[in-house]
């Protein structure tokens, strides 16, 4: 049953819009983000493309069709200012040199440093292939944790990587906490257990890409999904004939045991839809 329908008239949308939209009862509670085309696909896989911004035209700046990914933006940054730990993959950093999931917007900003709790900024990579430079991995000031799961052989190759570093004169403030959890792949549900007993996260955002958010959604760590459907069509194909993706790969369900969502609430921004779907898992 939907519980709210929501317009947001200015793009701009106020605190008190999205914390009454993505409100959450219950906790722990742990929500999967993306942002789509209308058919569906999360990563347009261009060069120079980072994907989110221009699946949610954001680029866009003087097309009134575009004018809702300032929403899309607002929903996403309330999300890294509410929640506790922010979990992502390694693609999201080669694909943008300065993603830490660190709220932009002043309000939002102030709202995160009002609770007056340190958030912890986590990466998932199973080789290993970060770069430990990464804004993510160096917060200025102190303002995040920054954490990384990654297997054994990702391990000895970070651990090689920050022994050249050091040798460079690179040594940063704070030290990124590793755990190894896998041999050929990381194990996600061992992750969101050492956020939620080590890190006492509550409220959880995983920011995908598509392959970590498969694997979530299959272990069933997904409480809820929060997607917002853009105004544009892509097709499944990128310039080079390759299979563009949607917000979930690498995993399959049957006709049996697929997951189902409930609809909690839809939310509107010119021409793109928010939508909050709470996950019912059958087996």
Sequence with gaps: MVRTVQLFEDPNVSIDQLSEFYKVEGSPHTYL??????????????????????????????NPLAAGGLADNRALQYGWATADAVLGGAGILRDNPAATWYPRDKDLLDLLTKRKRKPVRAVVTGRGEVDLKHPVFNPKNDEWQPVIFTTKLGEEKLKSQAKRLQAQGHIPLQPTKTYAIGDTSVDVTKAVGILRKDYRAKLLDIQGGPTLAGGAVKAMLIDELRLTVSPQIMGDLNSEGKRRLGFVTGIH???????????????????????????????
């Excluded at 993306?34 to 680029?59: C, K, M, N, W, Y």
């Design 33 to 62: 983000m993306f942002v789509t085309t209308i058919d569906g696909i999360a990563v347009p896989l261009e060069p120079g493309q980072r994907g989110g911004s221009e699946i949610a035209l954001r680029h866009l700046k003087d």
């Design 253 to 283: 369900f049957g006709l049996e045991d697929s997951p189902l969502a409930e609809l909690e609430a839809v939310g509107v921004s010119g021409s793109h839809i928010f939508l909050r779907y709470l996950m019912n898992y059958r087996n």
